[in-house]
């Protein structure tokens, strides 16, 4: 019955040969660090996932922020595992990316043609560190209010346009409402679709290209 | 012979990875639907006694209008809420205590004096000062409270 439907379905589609091309695709003999990708990728989908989850109960307002957070650690069933998860896997990420990033250096798989890879998953590493920057905020604590004061102020620090940029991440002169719904705003929007792009033409790559082999002393 | 028996390592691997992948499913699907589900499976707030005032304005015969506000809590959102209550005493013993909230629509009704009937001015549904349906939409009787005289002050059973 399933066999059939698969059978109906890929003469209409050709899932399978997507299928093939992601999950049978052929890769050279290589070791664990080749699957810190791969643990990232589990770790982004289920920041995904928990992340939609809080903003089932989240308000973005300084009036609302904290005490919603709250709620969901306290009041609902669960809720303390979703945003743990979310609050884990967060520092997971940062340092998945990081790992992933030193395989690619030490394995030299940032050359020719990789190239492209390289550079997206430069931009990849900014936005993780962006989300990183932006969901900091949002439970609106001591913690959160004063690490991005702290932070919007170093990146207020340049010469001639560090105070343009501190106002433009403020949204003001202090830390405010506006701040605090901006942040969101990039959580939850800017950043993910950033992400879903640029982690699209990412793993493109990776399938067109195929990964690296582990390199010998010849080369 | 033997060889087909045995299962080949990429339909182990296959078995394998839809299992722990199943169990991941499970560990993220079940909290989700409990947090999603969550406050709606919630009842209605722990009832407790609520003091509406002294038996002594309670007029023999007439439905008498006691204000009161309650705290009540929605998700993190503590509001403060007016309850109406219309007490009513033939004998001055035994009380009964109504909601003013229409049982059509949820308007508030009123005690109309000079007709002797609560009217609600929504839909004209009309009751008698028990709270019995007389006429209009109305599906049921007003709903009552449980009530208990405690130092001769007037307490009620609610959330």
Sequence with gaps: MIAKFANWLDERVSWRQVWDAIFLRKIPKVNWFYTLGSATLFVAVNQAVTGILLTLYYVPTPDHAYDSVQYITTQLPAGWLIRGLHHWGASAMVVLVVLHMLRVIFYGAYKYPREVSWFTGVILLLVVIGFGFTGYLLPWDQKAYWATTVGTRIAGTPPIIGDTILRIMRGGEDLSAVTLARFFGTHVWVLPATLMLVLGIHLYLVIRIGISAVPTKEN | ?159
């Design chain 2, 1 to 159: 012979m033997k060889e087909k028996d045995e299962i080949s390592r990429r339909d182990f691997m296959k078995v394998v990875t839809l299992s722990i992948g199943g169990l991941i499913g499970l560990g993220w699907g079940i909290p989700a639907i409990a947090y999603i589900v969550g406050p709606a499976l919630k009842s209605n707030q722990a009832q407790a006694w609520i003091r509406l005032g002294s038996t002594s304005k309670v007029e023999l015969g007439v439905p008498t209008l006691f204000k009161v506000t309650v705290k009540r809590q929605t998700g993190w959102i503590v509001n403060e809420e007016e309850l109406s209550v219309y007490v009513l005493t033939e004998d001055g013993r035994n009380y009964i205590a109504m909601s003013n909230v229409c049982t059509h629509l949820g308007c508030r009704v009123r005690w109309i004096a000079e007709q002797g009937k609560f009217v609600c001015p929504c839909h004209n549904g009309v009751f008698d000062k028990q709270g019995n349906v007389i006429s209009g939409p109305p599906p049921r009787p007003l709903n009552q409270y449980q009530v208990k005289v405690e130092n001769d002050q007037l307490l009620i059973l609610g959330g």
